[in-house]
């Protein structure tokens, strides 16, 4: 098209990781296991590098389950099924993981939405197949599904391949200067999370209009030299704009500027923008040696012209500088700029972008909508920056590209690096590291909990020599102004190709990370890093959630979903893994958790059996020991060589071992006279809720049984606390009971025997050893703790180190003062310090035993205290509650209102994950849940604004609330607008 118009056409070539879908498929089983129909199908976007594809077909009976609540699993049997589901649920296809199902199939909607698309896939790599087909063949589907329950399985063919990718570039050669380029760019692919599937009718307005550039700028070229290029690879992190500024603009072309295009039609509002959330690299120090001279061009002289020339107003606003607007205007989701890699190299580099929508109807497999009028302003805006800079005489700065750059207080920043990394393992058997090759290497920055959104991730594969290259990575980014640098995460996965499946992952072990970092703080060109992987299986639990605190692991500000600009993260959690066999660490072992999601995996050695421990707060709220009635010390997870073990409804697991362990544990105390009401109390509702909700997964009712799991959760989470803290309290005392033994067998012997020699030694021994003995039968500390000896053993420890450290001391002190006898003379008083204390200890028995009143003061002392130690362990704090009389007033409302704290600082702090709306609904079966969201609007000036396609609405705040609270703040909203997800939920 471009050398039609008569354009210069060259094409940049290279190489880019992307996940393929060579065809999948869905087979229908009839009664003797033949195949009765097949139906094409396709693949779902991959979770992060997991594209679960299955080299054998998977076969299960076919399970609808509607929109994949938890109550529209209810009275069915969901382990090994296949589950057809309507494709807008949300994340509710994780239900059917948990519980056990083998595969999902989405049906096809009328109409969806890019939140929509987004929920269909995960940042953990976990291996659960999704297909997407068409209506129509779901319908059919969903009647086979009703009426026979047939057998059907499923074949996925997708996988992460290196391919060939092309910029498009077309040249209009400038009247004045040729050798001065203007570019402006767009990209022409698209995304879906259907990969098979992506339309992108909408998203290629933008390169439709370089297409219209090119065909007047051919017929009336500008002064400068004009640079049309269509990017690929935006998806893949901005690829196809990394690669072209590595080649064209640090390869000695002359290019003033590089202007983005990036257009919607749900909006006419038009921002400029510089930065954007790949590098989140900016600031106005950074960029005011171009923003000075160009944003007055551009607000001052081009649009004012446009708007003379047009005779009407356009709605532009300027992301230069955050006064009325933040850097992001008014754009309420994430969004990545094909600039930025121009402007983090130092370059003029920014995009004109739709403001103020979500492009709800992006991302998915029917995106068709285009609405002309609202791009005709866009469009028209754009020409006018376009043929402004193309005929400008002088663009100020001149190009000075940059790869690390930092100015005094980080005026001036840039920062565009190439990494170079291998992928190493640790091969025990020659004591070293080897390269590893195909393995599929993951670079994020910051780390991989960083950022929920997926796109700016940088997915590569190593070569033959196990090495790999990033181009682009940025060395400043957020925090410009202070001197830090941006730090990457480089971790690397391998798939078996026999089983699809993880077969080796990121080792976090003595032999990986202990040894070798994966996160770097990039500052030199290029920069070299390792990262090292071992040979694993896999584990997946579900239900990582806090069941104490009710608040999400970590809430992102949707605009930003980056833990830069978070509202609110939660107390750290954590995943210990631990050898069952051992009890310890293992060597080599590595897991993949964030806190905005749910799910989590933990990479093992094959053929060992695993233990975890999970903390929220930094307090154990779960184990996972599998442990039984029988033995409740738990018998490990056993995974053998290759596989990836689910751990369904991994919430039971947790309240059952906690169960086990918390029991025998407390009985263990009760044997031994030590008793805590508060852990009977917690146990009396363990046992309750646990027992109820076994009841109703007996009976199929998984979503009676999650509400009472949860609760369960809570009381077990709470009495193994209890019961840790009465043990721990125990068994602390043997440190102080031991240490009062010694000196008091010391003493004594000195006070009652005063024996010399070798009689001294086994008097003081037999004293001890009785003692102990008498210790050891009347208190229960001894034979509570794992190992009794370590206790008496510390102590002597602890007691030889004084001694020598007295001695160490005692000898310094000598040749210090032999120092200062050579400089002085003798000019100072010597004390026998060490002398003193040793005669002091023969001296004070002798005293003691003249005087034997103070003596027995000080026994009558030590016989208390130590009585004391003995008696009190079982003390505990307990709460009462009591009631306030209710004034004789009309009530406005009766009910119960959940609320957190509240800080005015930070208003969404007070957010209840929404999972624990269940447990209310089991602690008060007929009662109304009325979950309430405040809505915080984006600010435009000082003034919050609520906008959708079909007006804007000035309010203070919004207040929705469910309809069984009596009342209802609407909003019309269009029809595309998504359906709210989890992490939009802030109940009060």
């Not at 589901?85 to 509710?92: L, T, V």
């Not at 910029?167 to 259907?194: K, L, M, P």
């Not at 997946?540 to 605190?549: L, T």
């Not at 509400?707 to 102080?736: C, F, H, K, P, Q």
């Amino acid at each position: 098209m471009l050398e039609s118009y008569g354009l210069t056409v060259f094409r940049q070539q290279y190489s880019v990781v992307v996940p393929v879908d060579h065809g999948s498929n869905i087979y229908v089983f009839d009664k003797n296991g033949k195949v009765e129909k097949s139906i094409e199908a396709y693949a779902v976007w991959p979770n992060l590098i997991q594209t679960c594809k299955t080299p054998t077909t998977i076969k299960g009976q076919l399970l609808y389950v509607g929109n994949g609540e938890l109550s529209d699993f209810n009275g069915k049997i969901v382990k090994d099924k296949i589950v057809l589901m309507d494709f807008n649920s949300g994340d509710n296809w994780i239900n059917a993981a948990k519980l056990g199902a083998k595969a999902v199939i989405f049906i096809a909607p009328p109409e969806t939405s890019y939140t929509e698309a987004r929920e269909k896939f995960l940042k953990t790599p976990i291996y659960f197949p999704r297909l997407y087909v068409s209506e129509q063949d779901g319908m059919a589907l969903w009647e086979l599904a009703l009426s026979k329950s047939p057998t059907v399985g499923v074949s996925l063919n997708m996988q992460y391949e290196t391919v060939e990718a092309e910029n498009v570039i077309g040249v209009i050669n400038g009247t004045v200067s040729t050798e001065d380029i203007i570019v402006v760019a767009a990209h022409y692919d698209t995304w879906s999370a259907i990969p098979r599937i992506a339309p992108g009718t909408d998203e290629a307005t933008a390169v439709s209009f370089l297409l219209e550039l090119a065909k007047y700028f051919a017929q009336n070229p500008p002064k400068k030299t004009l640079w049309l290029v269509a990017l690929s690879g935006h998806y893949q992190a901005l690829a196809g704009a990394r690669e072209f500024t590595e080649q064209f603009f640090f390869g000695g072309k002359k290019i003033w500027a590089f202007i983005g295009l990036d257009f919607s039609t749900d909006s006419d509002q038009v921002a400029i923008l510089y930065r954007g959330h790949m590098y989140d690299f900016g600031g106005t120090g950074v960029i005011l040696r171009w923003t000075r001279w160009l944003g007055p061009r551009i607000f001052d002289v081009y649009i004012p012209a446009l708007e003379t020339q047009q005779g009407r107003s356009y709605n532009v606003r300027n992301g230069f500088v955050g006064f009325s607007y933040g850097w992001w205007c008014s754009i309420p989701v994430p969004y990545m700029l094909d600039s930025e890699p121009f402007a983090i190299a130092h370059g003029l580099g920014f995009t004109i972008r739709t403001d103020g929508v979500r492009r709800s109807h992006w991302g998915h497999p029917l995106s068709r909508e285009v609405n002309f009028e609202n791009l005709w302003p866009q469009v028209e805006v754009a020409s006018a920056i376009v043929f402004g800079l193309a005929n400008e005489d002088q663009i100020s700065p001149s190009p000075q590209p940059a790869r690390y750059l930092f100015t005094a207080a980080g005026g001036d920043l840039a920062g565009f690096l190439t990494v170079r990394g291998k992928v190493l393992y640790y091969n025990v058997s020659r004591g070293w590291y080897e390269p590893f090759s195909d393995a599929i290497c993951v670079a994020t920055r910051i780390d991989k909990g960083f950022s929920s959104y997926p796109f700016s991730t940088i997915i590569t594969m190593s070569d033959e020599n196990g090495e790999f290259t990033v181009i682009g990575a940025s060395g400043y980014g957020y925090g410009h102004g202070y001197g830090i640098v941006d730090q990457w995460n480089f971790e690397a996965y391998h798939l078996d190709g026999e089983t699809g499946l993880i077969d080796y992952a990121p080792d976090y072990g003595q032999y990986g990370m202990r040894s070798i970092q994966f996160t770097y703080s990039l500052n030199t060109q290029p920069y070299n890093v390792s990262t090292v992987l071992f040979r694993s299986s896999s584990a997946v639990i579900f239900d990582v959630i806090d069941p104490v605190a009710f608040n999400p692991k970590v809430f992102f500000d949707p605009r930003f979903e980056n833990s830069q600009h978070s509202w609110t993260i939660a107390g750290r959690w954590s995943l210990n893994i631990y050898d069952f066999s051992t009890l310890s660490e293992y060597i080599m072992w590595g897991y993949y958790s964030v806190g905005f999601e749910d799910v989590a995996m933990v990479f093992v050695p094959p053929n060992t059996s695993f233990m975890i421990l999970y903390r929220a707060n930094q307090q154990i709220v779960g184990i996972l020991l599998n442990a039984s009635d029988t033995y409740p010390q738990g018998y490990g997870f056993f995974i053998g060589s290759n596989q990836e073990l689910h751990i369904p409804m991994t919430a039971y697991k947790f309240v059952k071992d906690l169960f086990y362990l918390t029991n025998d544990r407390y009985l263990n105390l009760k044997s031994s006279s030590l008793r805590n009401p508060v852990v009977e109390k917690d146990m009396e509702e363990l046992t309750k809720h646990m027992r109820a909700a076994e009841d109703a997964l007996t009976a199929l009712k998984y979503d009676n049984t999650y509400s009472e799991l949860l609760l369960a959760w809570g009381w077990a989470a709470r009495g193994y606390l209890e019961t840790m803290s009465v043990i721990y309290d125990a068994v602390n005392i043997n440190v102080i009971f031991f240490a009062l033994l010694l000196a008091f067998v010391f003493f004594f012997e000195r006070l009652v025997f005063e024996s010399t020699g070798s009689k001294r030694g086994i008097i003081t021994a037999s004293l001890f050893a009785i003692l102990l003995y008498a210790y050891w039968y009347i208190h229960p500390a001894p034979k509570l703790a794992v190992n009794a000896i370590m206790s008496p053993l510390s102590v002597a420890i602890l007691v030889l180190f004084i001694f020598v450290s007295i001695l160490l001391a005692d000898r310094m002190g000598k040749i210090i003062r032999g120092a200062k006898l050579k400089l002085i003379g003798k000019h100072f008083v010597e004390q026998a310090t060490m002398s003193l204390t040793t005669m002091s200890f023969s001296y004070s028995p002798r005293v003691m035993r003249k005087r034997r009143i103070r003596t027995s003061l000080v026994m009558s002392t030590v016989l208390i205290t130590t009585f004391a130690l003995i008696a009190f362990t079982s003390i505990f704090p307990t709460s009462e509650a009591k009631f306030a009389f209710l004034p004789d007033l009309p009530s406005t409302y009766e009910g119960l209102l959940f609320k957190k704290e509240i800080y005015v600082s930070l208003a969404p702090d007070n957010i209840i994950n929404p999972t624990f709306l269940d447990s209310v609904k089991a602690m008060a079966p007929n009662a109304i849940v009325a979950p309430r969201v405040w809505h915080y609007p984006q600010l435009i000036g000082t003034e919050a604004v609520y906008q959708n396609a079909c007006r804007q609405t000035k309010l203070n705040f919004t207040l929705p609330a469910s309809r069984a609270d009596g009342f209802m703040i609407s909003i019309a909203l269009p029809a595309y607008y998504p359906r709210p997800s989890r992490r939009d939920f802030r109940l009060m």
